[in-house]
């Protein structure tokens, strides 16, 4: 019998945000990463991932999960925090970790907090409306 061909996944409207979302997070870490050369934009580069992570804390990821963002939130900043304790012997290659896993965190502050303030605005206040 021959295999069933599966239907192909209709694309949502909001494939952009889901893109912006692993965008931002490369990025993130690769200047965090390699925070020496990024330097003189650094300023225009944090205001960019800052719109990148509340845009698809809005349309991509959902604010019912909250409590398992939250968890995986502080899974990785415990992570990039070891890192800074683990391997500051090997400044060669440490720094390279510990700055990317730091950007990571960083990127994912916004993210986590608009989830946190669309999902207490369902919670309490849209029911008012």
Request: aromatic share 18%; charged share 10%; proline share 3%.
């Given at each position: 019998m021959?295999?069933?061909k599966?239907?192909?996944?209709?694309?949502?409207?909001?494939?952009w945000?889901?893109?912006v979302?692993l965008i931002g997070?490369?990025?993130a870490g690769?200047?965090?990463?390699?925070?020496?050369f990024?330097?003189?934009v650094?300023?225009y580069?944090?205001?960019?991932?800052l719109?990148?992570?509340?845009?698809?804390g809005?349309f991509?990821l959902d604010?019912d999960?909250v409590?398992?963002?939250a968890?995986?939130?502080?899974?990785?900043?415990?992570?990039?925090g070891?890192?800074?304790?683990?391997?500051f012997g090997?400044?060669?290659?440490?720094s390279?970790f510990?700055?990317?896993?730091?950007?990571?965190?960083?990127?994912?502050?916004p993210?986590?907090?608009t989830l946190?303030?669309?999902?207490?605005?369902?919670?309490y206040?849209?029911?008012?409306?």
């Amino acid at each position: 019998m021959p295999a069933k061909k599966s239907a192909p996944a209709a694309s949502s409207s909001n494939d952009w945000a889901k893109w912006v979302y692993l965008i931002g997070v490369i990025v993130a870490g690769l200047a965090g990463a390699f925070a020496h050369f990024v330097t003189p934009v650094q300023l225009y580069l944090g205001w960019l991932l800052l719109l990148a992570g509340i845009l698809s804390g809005i349309f991509f990821l959902d604010s019912d999960d909250v409590v398992n963002f939250a968890i995986r939130y502080i899974l990785l900043t415990f992570v990039a925090g070891g890192l800074k304790v683990l391997v500051f012997g090997s400044a060669d290659v440490g720094s390279y970790f510990t700055g990317f896993f730091t950007g990571v965190v960083g990127f994912l502050t916004p993210v986590g907090l608009t989830l946190l303030v669309i999902y207490f605005w369902k919670k309490y206040f849209a029911s008012m409306m």
